[in-house]
């Protein structure tokens, strides 16, 4: 589909999911590290390949950073989009 067009409104489901991996929905508490500064969030999604984030103040989070969720090892993670109060990541290696 190009860039500046949307789907109609009878558009296939199938065409509208762009995700690389499926999302599972989650609720989980975690933090956004930034050097020696931590910024609580919630990952309110994930996939292999990502998570979408709700955080307080969208512009205070940077491009990258590393999210720390309990039980789990730290995740370099890249923004991909922003929304009001969420951010979309992919995860890098």
Not at 18 to 43: H, L, N, Q, V, W
Not at 46 to 65: H, I, Q, T, Y
Request: hydrophobic share 40%.
């Amino acid at each position: 589909m190009p860039f500046g067009k949307s789907p109609g409104a009878n558009a296939s489901p199938l065409l509208l999911e762009r995700r690389i991996a499926p999302r599972r929905d989650t609720y989980i508490e975690a933090t956004i590290s930034i050097g020696f500064s931590k910024m609580p969030c919630i990952i309110r999604n994930v996939s292999d390949s990502g998570a979408k984030l709700e955080v307080a103040k969208v512009n205070a989070v940077p491009d990258r950073f590393t999210l720390n969720a309990p039980g789990h090892r730290p995740q370099l993670c890249r923004v991909v989009w922003r929304a009001l109060k969420e951010v979309g990541v992919a995860y890098q290696d």
